[in-house]
């Protein structure tokens, strides 16, 4: 009868070992994933200011742009209406 409870109390020490090991392992896990979501939060809100910066200059530089799309298209009436009339254009 004594081997029938030493076995028992070595089978409560091997499950008891085994939920030790396997709560280890998963606050492991946990951690790391803890970690990767903490650097992806960063990423996001590096690329979030990075937009927002360029939002801004592009914002800045749009009306610079549609000055010199309206100055490129003047140009080329100015260049066509030259060219129909018969003239040569020089480069």
């Known amino acids: 009868m004594k ?3 030493f076995e028992g ?3 409560a020490w ?7 090991v396997c709560f280890w392992w998963m606050h492991r896990l ?3 994933q803890e970690a990767m ?3 992806l939060h960063d990423v ?8 927002q910066r360029e939002h801004d ?6 009306p610079t742009v549609e000055k010199i799309h309206e100055s490129v298209r003047d140009v080329a009436v100015a260049v066509a209406a030259e060219d ?3 003239q040569a254009i020089r480069r």
């Open 3 to 5: 081997t029938f409870e």
């Open 9 to 11: 109390l070595l089978l």
């Open 14 to 20: 091997v499950g008891l070992s085994c939920w030790a």
């Open 30 to 32: 946990s951690s790391r």
């Open 37 to 39: 979501l903490r650097e």
């Open 44 to 51: 996001a809100r590096r690329i979030q200011e990075l937009s």
């Open 57 to 62: 200059r592009i914002s800045e530089v749009h």
């Open 84 to 86: 129909s009339s018969g």
